[in-house]
C-alpha cells in the first residue's frame, strides 16, 4: 500500500508558476514509478510527467518544456515544477504511484489558471 498526499496547488495568473508536490508513504517509494495526472470535468484522466524508479522522466506533448517531474527517494516525495501556465492547465492534478499492476493515487490539487 502507498499512501499520497499532494500540495501545491492554488489560482496562478497565465504566465505563472506553481510547484506541486506529492510525499508517499507506506511503501518502498523508490520502487515506484511517480506519475502526475490531471483531469478536468467531463474528459478522461490524462498523464502529465512520469519519473521511473532510476530518474528516466516522460513528458506529454502538450507540456512543450514548461513542467519539470522531479524525486527524492530519501526524502519519499515527487515534485512537479510548473511554468508559463496556460488557462488550458486549469485542472485537479493527481499524483500517481505505479508498479506491475498496482496503482494508488493521490487525493488531487485543483491548479487554476486565470486573470
Known amino acids: 500500500q502507498v499512501q499520497l498526499v499532494e500540495s501545491g496547488g492554488g489560482l496562478v495568473y497565465p504566465g505563472g508558476s506553481l510547484r506541486l508536490s506529492c510525499v508517499a508513504s507506506?511503501?518502498?517509494?523508490?520502487?515506484?514509478?511517480m506519475n502526475w495526472y490531471r483531469q478536468v470535468p467531463g474528459s478522461e484522466r490524462e498523464l502529465v510527467a512520469a519519473i521511473t524508479s532510476s530518474g528516466f522522466t516522460h513528458y506529454a506533448g502538450f507540456v512543450e518544456g514548461r513542467f519539470t517531474i522531479t524525486r527524492d527517494n530519501a526524502e519519499n516525495i515527487v515534485v512537479l515544477q510548473m511554468r508559463n501556465l496556460k488557462p488550458a492547465d486549469t485542472a485537479v492534478f493527481y499524483c500517481?504511484?505505479?508498479?506491475?499492476?498496482?496503482?494508488?493515487w493521490g487525493q488531487g490539487t485543483q491548479v487554476t489558471v486565470s486573470s
Open positions: 507506506g511503501s518502498i517509494f523508490s520502487m515506484y514509478t
Open positions: 500517481n504511484a505505479a508498479r506491475g499492476s498496482n496503482m494508488y
